[in-house]
């Protein structure tokens, strides 16, 4: 059975949390890639982001809706929401629009379990990390390969 080491991407794009949004931008365009891991000192997980995260911030906030009574104000959306949208659309670094709860494997994970995480995580790529770093990644083209081997 295939593992994620036979099918992984060994050559790894990635960023860093400081990257800045524009740096970001150049390098989807560049690299062609839709998803990077994001990492630390020493190549440790720290984060992913994906075309759609920048793509997010070019999109009209949302003001929530508000109801006034006796001088009250109640909302009825979350006030957090509302702030974590703010914070996004004005982020001038990968830290502040990268997705942190990253699902992951090991270079030993069978396809069919990465396949799984991709389906139940809505992933589109899943970094293989070993000993806490970033050895690899597996996007779904590569999946998309292993099946026609």
């Not at 960023?15 to 630390?40: C, H, Q, S, Y």
């Not at 104000?73 to 996004?88: G, N």
Request: glycine share 4%.
């Amino acid at each position: 059975m295939l593992k994620a080491k036979d099918i992984m991407t060994r050559e790894v794009i990635s960023v860093t949390p400081d990257t800045r949004i524009e740096e970001l931008a150049r390098l989807f365009m560049e690299k062609g890639v839709n998803a990077m891991p994001v990492v630390t000192e020493g190549d440790k997980l720290f984060g992913i982001v994906t075309e759609t995260d920048l793509v997010a911030q070019d999109r009209p906030l949302h003001i929530p809706t508000v109801i006034n009574i006796f001088d009250w104000v109640i909302y009825l959306q979350s006030q957090k929401d509302f702030a974590e949208e703010v914070a996004k659309i004005t982020a001038q670094t990968v830290e502040q629009i990268c997705a942190q709860d990253v699902v992951s494997c090991d270079p030993e994970t069978p396809v069919p379990q990465i396949a799984q995480l991709m389906t139940e995580n809505q992933a589109h790529l899943i970094p293989v990390v070993e000993q806490g770093r970033v050895v690899g990644v597996v996007a779904r083209l590569d999946i998309i390969r292993a099946m026609g081997k």
